[in-house]
T-cell receptor
Framework: DGGITQSPKYLFRKEGQNVTLSCEQN?????MYWYRQDPGQGLRLIYY???????QKGDIAEGYSVSREKKESFPLTVTSAQKNPTAFYLC??????????????FGEGSWLTVV | GQNIDQPTEMTATEGAIVQINCTYQ??????LFWYQQHAGEAPTFLSY????GLEEKGRFSSFLSRSKGYSYLLLKELQMKDSASYLC??????????FGRGTSLIVHP
């Protein structure tokens, strides 16, 4: 079945460590996105990529980094510069940016906790 | 800039009808989406409107008025499983969707 796979589902990070969240999609979607959600809050855009080898900062990119070496993959690294990383992270993808009805589909999410 | 406004919380009775309103401001407009999100889970797509009017899909309907920057999601024959957060999402000129904080709907017996 086609879909978006995020791993790990749960991750604990020690202060000062970098961690990487994996996101893989087999939907042949061009665009991929990373969102962060804090309890009781909406989704905030961290980074997005509309094409391989290109990505753009979202609203809260500080302390995060991404890469898009393959169409299927868009990993997110939470660096030690991110001072408050505990949150629910959602990866998403959509068919073609710039097209009307560009519906976003989500992976199951990853919970990151700083210990 | 983009701005989405929707009520924080609503309650309704099982079997009833509830309307969740959303107003938006975007730089350009390329559609209005509604998503459902259960606690601890990813959002799932419910509906998309780009033209004015009502789109019906089973128990759920979504309405759009572009001139008023207004949309609503209508849920009929409410079930307990409809208790969730409902996210209004506007797609602006960049086609990058902006998510509202969501409306937490509580359905009680």
């Amino acid at each position: 079945d086609g879909g978006i796979t995020q791993s790990p589902k749960y991750l604990f990070r020690k202060e000062g460590q970098n961690v990487t969240l994996s996101c893989e999609q087999n939907l042949n979607h061009d665009a991929m996105y990373w969102y962060r959600q804090d309890p009781g809050q909406g989704l905030r855009l961290i980074y997005y990529s509309q094409i391989v080898n290109d990505f753009q900062k979202g609203d809260i990119a500080e302390g995060y980094s991404v890469s898009r070496e393959k169409k299927e993959s868009f990993p997110l690294t939470v660096t030690s510069a991110q001072k408050n990383p505990t949150a629910f992270y959602l990866c998403a993808s959509s068919i073609m940016p710039g097209q009307p009805g560009n519906t976003i589909y989500f992976g199951e999410g990853s919970w990151l906790t700083v210990v | 800039g983009q701005n989405i406004d929707q009520p924080t919380e609503m309650t309704a009775t099982e079997g009833a009808i509830v309307q969740i309103n959303c107003t938006y401001q975007t730089s350009g407009f390329n559609g209005l989406f509604w998503y459902q999100q259960h606690a601890g889970e990813a959002p799932t797509f419910l509906s998309y409107n780009v033209l004015d009017g009502l789109e019906e899909k089973g128990r759920f309907s979504s309405f759009l008025s572009r001139s008023k920057g207004y949309s609503y999601l209508l849920l009929k024959e409410l079930q307990m499983k409809d208790s969730a957060s409902y996210l209004c999402v506007a797609s602006g000129g960049s086609y990058i969707p902006t998510f509202g904080r969501g409306t937490s709907l509580i359905v009680h017996p």
